[in-house]
């Protein structure tokens, strides 16, 4: 149980254009989803939190325009990098938090971002 | 502001040797306390979550532990397979979103 799934894995962009994450909790609902960001060798960084059917919290110093977040159900929720830059390239995580209670966060296998 | 410092930043064990990985941590109020192990290119799996200090939790050759001020994951014998980064992360009384704080983790590398 408690699965979370994020396509695409890997995605390879040029400079300008914008890419969409998906973040699926694939056996339960989420009432909460979680971006992170993560790069080499470093801690995940929280980017926002987003509950379904409300507008996303962004972190301090996470540009919102940039990265746009939805999250239309309580199983999807999906992250847009617009007008992706080399700087945006990272390592992109969701993690899923159940609607039926509990403090704990499911993480999906994350999504490798090249922008060229 | 809440805080975890995790010790030590690398582990190298032979097969076998039993070790322990640190996690110390300020929060205003604990809500609970989250073990995951993260393997190159995936995204953390989730462990143990701990609520209060004197708490066990065991999952094969892990044992994680709680303190009012720390949390301890305990590797008996490890193999190879547990080779990971493990990430320990709190969360606050009041996070009305649940968002968690992590540290930056302890690499662990088993040698067989």
């Known amino acids: 149980g408690a699965v979370v799934s994020q396509h695409p894995s890997r995605v390879i962009c040029k400079s300008g254009t914008s890419v969409k994450i998906e973040c699926r909790s694939l056996d339960f609902q989420a009432t909460t989803m979680f971006w992170y960001r993560q790069f080499p060798k470093k801690s995940l960084m929280l980017m926002a939190t987003?509950?379904?059917?409300?507008?996303?919290?962004?972190e301090q110093g996470v540009e919102k325009d940039k990265f746009l977040i939805n999250h239309a159900s309580l199983t999807l929720s999906t992250l847009t990098v617009t007008s992706a830059h080399p700087e945006d390239s990272s390592f992109y995580i969701c993690?899923?938090?159940?609607?039926?209670?509990?403090?704990?966060?499911?993480f999906g296998p994350g999504t490798r971002l090249l922008v060229l | 502001e809440d805080q975890v410092t995790q010790s030590p930043e690398a582990l190298r064990l032979q097969e076998g040797e039993s070790s322990s990985l640190n996690c110390s941590y300020t929060?205003?109020?604990?809500?609970?306390l989250f073990w995951y192990r993260q393997d190159p290119g995936k995204g953390p799996e989730f462990l143990f979550t701990l609520y209060s200090a004197g708490e066990e939790k065991e999952k094969e050759r892990l044992k994680a532990t709680l303190t009012k001020k720390e949390s301890f994951l305990h590797i008996t014998a490890p193999k190879p397979e547990d080779s990971a980064t493990y990430l320990c992360a709190v969360q606050a009384e009041g996070a009305g979103s649940y968002q968690l704080t992590f540290g930056k983790g302890t690499k662990l590398s088993v040698i067989p």
């Open positions: 929060v205003s109020g604990l809500r609970g």
């Open positions: 987003s509950n379904e059917g409300s507008k996303a919290t962004y």
């Open positions: 993690s899923a938090r159940s609607a039926s209670g509990g403090e704990t966060q499911y």
